[in-house]
Every structure is written in C-alpha cells, then in structure tokens.
C-alpha cells in the first residue's frame, strides 16, 4: 500500500523540477538584484553620513548595509505575490482538475508553492553571497559590503529560521493565491500583497531603524518571521539565547495559517465556480 | 497615388494614436472595479516606499542636507515621470508574448509604424496609481517649499521639461528593452534593473551614489541630467561637484540623443527580425 506522503513528495519533486528549467530568468533576475542591492546600500550610506544627532543608531552603517544584502540573498523567500502557476489554475479553471484528486487540497498546494520558493532561493542565493560578501570587501565598496555572520551561533539561528520561515512564506503565498477564488484579477490583489509584505518583513526599509507606532505593527504581523528576525540572527543583535521564542512565535504563526487556511480553502471551495472549460 | 505629405503625415498619426488611445481606455473601463482595486493597490506600493522615505527621515533628520519637502519634491517629480512612461510602454513590455505567437507580423504590414502601434497597444490606467502618488507627494512639497522658489514661471517651464525629458528616458529605456526582444524572443529581466532601478537611483538625490553610478546616471543613461540637476536648480541646492551651472539647465536635453539611440537599436532590431512563431 502507498504511504499516505508518496503524492506530496511527487508534487515537491515535480514543482522543483520546474522551477530548475527557469535558471536564465534566475541569473537575469539575479543581476538585478545586484544593482538595487548596490543603490539601496550607496544611498544607506549616504543617510548615515547625514546624520549629525548624538543618540546613537539602533544599527551601525555595516550593520544596515548588510541587512539590505541579506534581504537580496533572500529575496525570492518573500511572499511578494501569490503562487502564479496556483494562480493560472484558478484563471483557467484547470483547478477542477485538482479538485478531483484524492488528495488533502490545502496541503498539496502548499507543498508545491514551497517547493518553488526553496528552487528559486537556492538558484540566488548563492551568487549574491559571493558578490556581496567576497567580492566587494576588496573594492572600493568594502564599508557597505555583506559582513561575515555575528557568531557561529548567529549563522545557526540565520538558518534554521530561514528554513522554517519558508513554510510561512509557502502557506501565505498560498493564501493569497486562493483569495483570488472571488476576484479573477490577481493583479490587484498580488500588488496590495506585495505592499504590505514587502514594507513589514523589512525589504524596503532595515526594520531596527524604525520605531514607534509602525514598530508596534511590524511586531504584530508574521511577516517579519521570515525575513527581519533571521537577518537580526546574522547582524549579531539576536543570540542563540532568542531561538526559541524566535522559533515559538514563527510555528505559532505557521499554525494559525495553515490551520485557518484550510478552513478558508473548503469554504472558498463550497461555492467555487469552475471558469473556462 | 501622391504620397502625403510629412505633416499631414503627422496628424495621421497623431490622429491613429488617439483613436487607439481612446479604445484602449474604453476598454479597460469596462473592468472598473478590478480598475480601481489597482489603481488602489499601486498606490500602496508607492505609499509603503514613500512611508519608508518618512520614516527613514524621522531616523536621521536629514539627507545629504535635503529637508523631507525637497526630498518630497524630487521624488514627486521622477515618479510622475516613471508613472506616465510605464502606462505607456505597455505594448514595448509584450513584445516577448507578440513576437513567440508570431503576432507581432500583423503589426508590421499595416501602414503605421510598428513602434506607434506599440505605444498605442494600451495605456495602461492601473499603472497610474504611481501618478496620483507623485502628484500628491509633489503639491505636498510645492507647498511646503512655497510657491515663489518652486511656481516662479521660469522654474514651471524647467521642470515641465524636466518631466518631459524624464518621460521620453523611461520610454526609451522600455523601447531598448524591447528591441533587445528580437534577439532574445524571451522578455529580458536584466533591463529591469534600469527600468525600474533608474526610477530608484533617480528618486534620491545622485549626490548619494559613488562615482561610477553617478556617470552612468548622467552621461550614459541620463535620467539623471534630465530630472535630477534641473530640481537641483529649482531647489538651489549644490547638484554634482564639476559640473557648471549650464548643466544644470541643460540637462533635459540629454534625453534626445538617447531617445535617437533607442530608436537606432530597435530600428536595427527591427531590420534584423526575420518573423518567428506562426
């Protein structure tokens, strides 16, 4: 008899395969993201050599500019927008053909977005350490390079927060994907998702730098768990000692959406209209 | 048949693109609520970036001596710019999907020029949350600094060409994008990192960045001659150390030969396509 995982590990492994045939639009995407890496960090520098208060900044300008790379490295971990290929589904009713399958929906599609995310991190990731963290120290560039991780502890903490926060990245790229039941445009919903998951995981500004009432919300949201907290591991401000709230808050976010993303997902389903045909 | 001459020629097209400009806003107009449920979302995307900026400001107090009005109105003024060149290039941004289905033939055997049935392909409304954005962030600003640095005429004229000069770079950015099509057939992401990194660089003052960046901005893809060192004027601020006040005003026209090498390369593009796809 078949182990009840086998049709999960075969979609994991096909979705991955997938995503491996798009490695030029990888390296495209890549060179990219070298260059805003390099304007975000240029224009971090250029506020730190503004800044004349005497309070001392809650970063210092290494710090900042190695936050800015981390969040290139990883920037295909981040839930910008919903699952295009679950997406595409949805838009031309070839979603009917998943619905037959005697298969735990929610799950499946989970399990295929995070396959995709763990491809498209890994085809990146790699590259962008090199660039910004061996070869820019040794050019002109060298104070707003990546530095090397706090502490072996620190790069610990870094990795195995990055991994776990994958599957929140995969349950909330799947979430997104699935309001798209109501709405057939996901242009719209994709670009209020990227908005707000972009501003408070910390892409668009290093979140330690921001305090008051925004510090308050960003603290209440789950997006920073896959991006902001891991990176805070790596910058040195975070130690071992943090891990397991870190970890805690991380899998109670995990449960909370993928607990309440199945219930969402059978509701939408009760009343789901197969477009196209 | 006579053959028409140049300016009827020009008011034919003139004609052609507001006819197609007219459809395609029609058409969207049809999907309202999706419509206004993206302009919405753009406007989020560029009130988180802008929040950032605020924030950002609240942190250091100043940047590179720039006030948060200044820094408002440079901003203001390069998005308003992207904004109109990015609802534009709609038709330059498909050329991947019309050129793999062979689509892009139909285009070449009727009597307009393909890039003006490009630029006509769809004026994209959704993509103009980024201008309601700019406008907003811009009269904040005009406000802010008072009307008799920023609304004296002669300022309104540099910085109405400033704009323009903005518009015509973006645009022609998206037209290289396009014509490097040709050859790749699959859309190019790595252009992005002008397109879309252009509007970056160009939205904090290019006093920021280290040299080289600063030469590539200026003199090889002039986004930044074109808006940056005329809002330098306007604003009085010191632009980039070497360069004389002529520049400064100047600096728009920067955008015309780059236009007439966009144009070049996809004209040789163009020459070079040999139909694909069926």
């Not at chain 1, 979603?95 to 991190?121: E, M, N, Q």
């Not at chain 1, 209440?220 to 990176?231: E, K, Q």
Request: proline share 5%; with cysteine.
């Amino acid at each position: 008899m078949k182990k009840f995982w086998q049709p999960y590990l075969a979609a994991f492994r096909g979705r991955a395969k997938a995503s491996l045939q798009y490695r030029s639009a990888a390296l495209a995407g890549m060179f990219t993201q070298f260059f805003f890496g390099l304007i975000l960090t240029m224009v971090m520098e250029a506020w730190y050599q503004s800044y004349t208060g005497s309070a001392p900044l809650p970063l210092s300008l290494h710090q900042a500019a190695s936050y800015i790379w981390l969040g290139q490295m990883v920037f295909a971990l981040i839930p910008w927008r919903g699952d295009p290929e679950l997406q595409n589904l949805v838009r031309s009713g070839e979603v009917g053909r998943d619905l037959v399958r005697p298969v735990h929906i929610f799950s499946l599609w989970f399990i295929r977005s995070l396959a995709w995310r763990y491809v498209s991190v890994v085809l990146r990731f790699l590259p962008i350490l090199i660039f910004s963290a061996l070869i820019l120290p040794h050019t002109a560039l060298r104070s707003i390079a990546l530095m090397p991780p706090a502490s072996t502890a620190g790069l610990f903490g870094f990795l195995v927060l990055l991994s776990t926060g994958s599957l929140l990245s995969a349950a909330i790229s799947v979430l997104i994907s699935c309001f798209q039941f109501r709405q057939i445009s996901a242009v719209g919903m994709n670009a209020i998702a990227a908005a707000i998951i972009s501003f408070f995981s910390g892409q668009i500004v290093p979140l330690p730098l921001i305090s008051g009432p925004v510090e308050l919300i960003y603290r209440l949201l789950p997006f920073r768990y896959m991006a902001d907290v891991p990176y805070r591991f790596w910058l040195g401000s975070l130690t071992l000692a943090d891990l397991p709230a870190a970890l805690t808050a991380q899998f109670l976010w995990l449960a909370i959406l993928l607990v309440g993303g199945h219930f969402y997902v059978n509701i939408q389903l009760r009343q789901v209209t197969i477009a196209g045909g | 048949m006579k053959e028409p001459e140049a300016r009827n020629q020009l008011s034919h097209y003139i004609f052609m693109y507001r006819r197609m400009a007219a459809l395609s806003i029609r058409s969207q107009w049809r999907y309202r609520k999706s419509l206004l449920l993206s302009i919405a979302a753009q406007f989020l995307i560029i009130g988180v970036e802008f929040l950032g900026l605020f924030l950002l400001f609240q942190r250091f107090n100043n940047f590179q001596g720039w006030t948060l009005p200044q820094m408002a109105f440079l901003y203001g003024t390069v998005n308003i710019a992207f904004a109109i060149a990015d609802a534009l290039a709609y038709g330059f941004d498909q050329m991947g999907p019309l050129l793999k289905t062979g689509n892009f033939d139909r285009l070449l055997v009727r009597p307009l020029p393909a890039v003006l049935q490009l630029l006509g392909m769809e004026i994209t409304i959704r993509r103009s949350g980024r201008i309601f954005l700019g406008l907003a962030t811009f009269s904040w600003a005009a406000w802010r600094l008072g009307a008799a640095t920023v609304l004296a005429p002669a300022s309104l004229l540099l910085l109405a060409l400033a704009m323009l000069a903005g518009v015509l770079v973006f645009l022609s950015l998206f037209l290289v994008q396009a014509a490097f099509t040709f050859v790749t057939i699959e859309g190019l992401e790595f252009m992005n990192a002008f397109t879309y990194g252009g509007q970056q660089t160009a939205s904090y003052p290019l006093s920021a960045y280290r040299k080289f960046m600063q030469v590539l901005f200026v003199a090889f893809i002039p986004i930044g001659s074109c808006i940056y060192l005329p809002v330098c004027l306007v604003l009085q601020k010191s632009g980039l150390p070497g360069l004389p006040d002529w520049a400064h005003v100047a600096g728009p026209l920067a955008a015309l030969p780059f236009m007439a090498a966009a144009l070049l390369a996809w004209r040789s593009g163009q020459r070079w396509y040999s139909s694909s796809g069926g």
